[in-house]
């Protein structure tokens, strides 16, 4: 592989040099600006040929540039020639470069390139998503397409060539497949503004609807308020009936008990006349009695003083009986000694125990009036107390 790329190299080195030694025969018979044209020409083409479109075709504008601005002379016509051919190999060159808006802009004669360029403009333009119009789009499209098939049968009429024929058909089927798809999209676009509308319909129904609802749920309230409020409003005016009919039955009570009143009060006036006359003469007996009282009290008085007197005598009583009570004590006390030592003596071994049946019978009675004495003296002193008891001055009940 690598010495058959070695071989080509050196038949392009080959090739190259016959070129340059014909050019140089050529530069020495020949014209030399006509010699150097033809250069760029050759230089133009083998850009070209390496698909260096950018650098041929601006090889090819320095030449038709200096022959516009040139007067030719009798060198026209040839001149012409050359202009021609640079011409169809810078249309091939914009073409190649995918230049197709300036391939158009240029007056040729080369229809198969010319429809060729109209038919890749309108693929891109449909392709392109824009904000265009559609049916501008579809419009622009068809046209491109249109001009497309006059070119090719311009082609037709001076090149029997195959592909002028195919392209031809192609571009037929594109025209009718683009009048389907616009018909298609039309019908599209159809559904979808109905789809739209019907949408809209949709949600302007749903709006309503939702508006229907509130309005619905608002008047539920307002009834559900209302009937809350009629069912207080009716148990207030229950509440005020029975007010009213225990008001009146208060009422009917308050005029009974007013008849009542009047009744009792025409009584008590009749009660008051009698009493009236009754206090008078309750006034005259009083004045009666005052004056008893009055002698009563003149009695009383005198017997008060006697009383004091009794009291008097009754408290130098009661001295002497207390005094009496002290002595008995003192009695009953000393007894208990005398028992006392009547008892030690009895048991004066101090370990034996002497038992009342063990005692002699003159003891025993000498014990007896000896206990006897001291129950008298204690009924006494009881009664001598009672005697001293403190009592009203006028009352003589505890006294003896």
């Known amino acids: ?230 069912q207080q409003n009716n148990q207030e005016n229950q509440d005020k009936d029975k007010d009213n009919q225990q008001n009146s039955q208060e009422q009917q009570n308050q005029d009974k008990n007013d008849q009542q009143n009047n009744q009792e009060n025409q009584d008590k006036n009749k009660d008051n006349q009698q009493n009236s006359q009754g206090q008078q003469n309750q006034d005259k007996n009083d004045q009666q009695n005052n004056q008893q009282n009055q002698d009563k009290n003149k009695d009383n008085q005198q017997n008060s003083q006697e009383q004091q007197n009794q009291d008097k005598n009754d408290q130098q009583n009661n001295q002497q009986n207390q005094d009496k009570n002290n002595d008995n004590q003192k009695n009953q006390e000393k007894n208990k000694e005398k028992i006392n030592t009547n008892t030690e003596s009895v048991s004066a071994s101090g370990d034996n125990i002497i038992y009342a049946e063990d005692v002699p019978d003159e003891r025993k009675e000498e014990l007896q009036l000896l206990l006897k004495k001291m129950e008298n003296n204690e009924k006494q002193s009881f009664k001598n107390n009672e005697r001293v008891l403190p009592s009203g001055k006028d009352d003589n009940k505890n006294r003896w």
Do not use: H, P, R
């Open 1 to 230: 592989m690598t010495n058959k790329i070695i071989k080509n190299k050196i038949s392009k080195n080959k090739i190259i040099g016959i070129i340059c030694i014909l050019v140089a025969i050529l530069f020495i018979f020949l014209d030399k600006n006509l010699f150097m044209d033809y250069f760029s020409i050759i230089k133009g083409n083998l850009f070209f040929k390496s698909n260096n479109y950018k650098n041929a075709k601006k090889s090819y504008e320095n030449i038709l540039e200096k022959y516009q601005k040139n007067d030719l002379g009798n060198k026209k016509d040839k001149v012409n020639e050359y202009i021609a051919k640079i011409d169809k190999n810078l249309i091939n060159t914009l073409y190649q470069n995918k230049e197709y808006a300036e391939v158009l802009k240029k007056e040729n004669e080369e229809f198969f390139i010319n429809g060729n360029s109209k038919v890749k403009i309108a693929d891109e333009l449909n392709v392109e998503s824009n904000n265009q119009n559609e049916q501008e789009k579809f419009q622009t499209i068809k046209d491109s397409y249109e001009q497309a098939l006059l070119y090719y049968k311009n082609a037709m009429s001076v090149s029997s060539d195959i592909n002028i024929k195919k392209n031809y058909e192609i571009v037929q089927k594109k025209i009718e497949n683009l009048k389907n798809k616009q018909e298609e999209n039309k019908e599209q676009n159809q559904n979808e503004q109905e789809n739209q509308e019907q949408n809209k319909d949709n949600q302007q129904n749903n709006q309503d609807k939702q508006n229907q609802d509130k309005n619905n749920q608002q008047n539920n309230q307002e009834q559900q308020n209302q009937d809350k409020n009629n």
